[in-house]
């Protein structure tokens, strides 16, 4: 992948004049600080803040008071944004490099943006994933909740109602993974419609048999318990199966 020319882009108190030489595989560049100093700078501490100047500016006072001592929630959860998405080396940074928004390199601006988290159980998501982390894109949410929100969770709609396959599981008293083998050998009409324990026979006439979340033919079951088929069909006929 081609690494981002950063010449010409300013970073706090640096602007990058020019590519020099790498220091082993780490991205280096010759820099200008604002009091007129030049610099070499490795490519992330540009991008993640850790270098904002030669040193000749000090770091303004925090007064937010949320990183001194034990981290807040919200501070934490910044910290968090910022990593993954201004550190090249961060696990993630090829899906989330560049997402955050220049306002929210200041944590303050983060702060006046963000309410407060309603629970220590919610954290922090985008609205529209198509967009990055930026005011007015971002909301505290469950895991249930942010769950619901992944573009992978499967949505099926039935007699006008949609929800997630999980929703349908649990009205039907059933796994996920009992309803999903469901849908991929019976009609999307019995599949959400007969209950945990229902057999149903399919267009190829093999007895599907549900029992406690496990789906199989009469001769899976056969096989599973090591007894005949005939034994099988005793069991069904007198209900002890």
């Given at each position: ?13 640096w602007t ?120 007015g894109n ?104």
């Amino acid at each position: 992948m081609k690494r981002q020319d950063l010449t010409g882009q300013s970073f706090n108190h640096w602007t990058v004049l020019t590519r020099a030489p790498n220091r082993g595989t780490t991205t280096m560049y010759l820099c200008l600080c604002t009091c007129g100093s030049e610099r070499v700078v490795q490519s992330g501490h540009l991008k993640s803040g850790a270098s904002s100047c030669c040193g000749c500016i000090k770091p303004a006072k925090k007064t937010h008071g949320q990183a001194s001592g034990k981290f807040t929630k919200k501070y934490r959860a910044w910290r968090q944004i910022r990593a993954r998405c201004n550190n090249p080396n961060h696990k993630n940074a090829i899906i989330y490099n560049g997402l955050l928004c220049e306002r929210w390199n200041d944590f303050e601006a983060f702060d006046k943006d963000v309410p407060e988290p309603p629970s220590n159980e919610h954290t922090i998501e985008r609205i529209d994933n198509n967009k990055g982390y930026e005011p007015g894109n971002v909301t505290w949410a469950t895991f249930a909740e942010q769950h619901r929100n992944q573009s992978n969770c499967r949505w099926i709609e039935f007699n006008g109602k949609c929800q997630l396959l999980t929703d349908w599981a649990k009205e039907l008293g059933i796994t996920d993974s009992t309803l999903y083998g469901r849908l991929t050998r019976w009609p999307l009409e019995k599949a959400l419609t007969l209950p945990n324990g229902s057999r149903v026979m399919p267009a190829n006439n093999v007895l599907a048999i549900d029992r406690n979340g496990v789906v199989d033919s009469l001769t899976g079951w056969a096989q599973r318990l090591g007894v005949s088929l005939s034994t099988m069909h005793k069991r069904i006929k007198n209900g002890t199966f």
